[in-house]
């Protein structure tokens, strides 16, 4: 047995030095860690756990693997995992989060690319078919002609199609308006009586396509209708020909003038507007009918701009 005073003269005891062969029938008091120092204080022996030392820097959990890393080792990376990390890897690697929705994003717009995609080469193979494919400016090429609108309305009535009819046509009027104008432009004497025929057929079409659906849809009133109908007027010299044929058509170009011209677009506005007041400038008026008529026209889209106080429309129209 040791006495006090040699607590007094160690900095620590060791519990293996406790009697293992004691002669007392009380039961043996369980191990301690701690110890009573000098100054009276308890200390921690942490002799005991010399043993357990292993790995590279002591620090290993008993029975761990020596790959694995030990929680005190902030710097020991994981197999197969690298060792610098810069914020750049953190960055990405914390981005995985969203990758989901970034995917689903993707796949939305690459299906909508797709639909796009698809939409236009109907359409241009439809146009070839019915533009090109179709000899001839007579009534029954037109009918022809017509028939792919019919069947566009009824398909749009009994099925849902990846575009909306009526843009469908829309498409087909602005680009059959583009090859009108290429073939009065570049055709040879020979053809070019049947590509006028073609062209003056099709200005009575979009004027029936945007009098009747475009009065549901002002949207379809587009600039590029616009500019392409007036291109092709100009081509065919529609306002300085003389002739009952071209009377009309000429009357045809002023009743899709005033119609772009009523429209909320300012640049639709602004375009027939001075496309008309150009006219006006150039062309004597060729009765008292179409002078009070193209007047009314003007006076009600002057007075739906002033109570719409819509100053940018009014600003275009006093002039004409």
Wanted: include cysteine; hydrophobic fraction near 40%; aromatic fraction near 6%.
């Amino acid at each position: 047995a040791r006495s006090l005073d040699s607590l007094e003269n160690s900095d620590s005891i060791s519990l293996l030095d406790t009697p293992s062969s004691s002669t007392s029938n009380e039961p043996p008091l369980p191990l301690k860690p701690w110890v009573a120092g000098k100054s009276g204080g308890l200390t921690l022996d942490l002799s005991h756990l010399q043993t357990y030392e292993g790995g590279e820097n002591g620090t290993q959990t008993p029975g761990s693997m020596p790959s694995t890393p030990s929680p005190l080792e902030t710097s020991k990376p994981f197999p197969g995992q690298a060792a610098d990390r810069d914020g750049t890897s953190c960055l990405t690697e914390d981005s995985f989060l969203f990758s989901d929705n970034i995917s689903l994003g993707e796949s939305f717009n690459n299906a909508e690319r797709a639909e796009e995609e698809l939409c236009s080469m109907l359409l241009e193979i439809v146009l070839c078919v019915m533009w090109r494919g179709v000899e001839g400016s007579d009534d029954s090429a037109w009918l022809e002609r017509g028939q792919v609108f019919s069947a566009l309305t009824k398909l749009g009535t009994t099925n849902e199609l990846l575009l909306p009819v009526d843009q469908i046509k829309l498409g087909l009027l602005e680009r059959m308006l583009e090859w009108a104008v290429s073939d009065n432009r570049e055709a040879s004497a020979a053809k070019l009586p049947q590509h006028t025929e073609n062209a003056v057929r099709l200005l009575h079409m979009v004027q029936d396509f945007l009098q009747a659906e475009g009065l549901v849809n002002p949207a379809l009133w587009t600039e590029k209708v616009l500019e392409e109908t007036v291109t092709l007027m100009d081509c065919l010299m529609v306002w300085y020909s003389a002739g009952s044929q071209w009377l009309q058509l000429s009357q045809v170009g002023l009743r899709l003038l005033l119609g772009f011209m009523s429209q909320e677009d300012p640049e639709v506005c602004a375009m027939a507007t001075a496309k008309l007041n150009g006219i006006l400038q150039t062309k004597e008026v060729s009765s008292q009918d179409e002078a009070c008529y193209l007047l009314g026209k003007l006076e009600g889209i002057l007075r739906r701009s002033i109570q719409e106080q819509t100053d940018e429309i009014y600003s275009f129209l006093v002039p004409v």
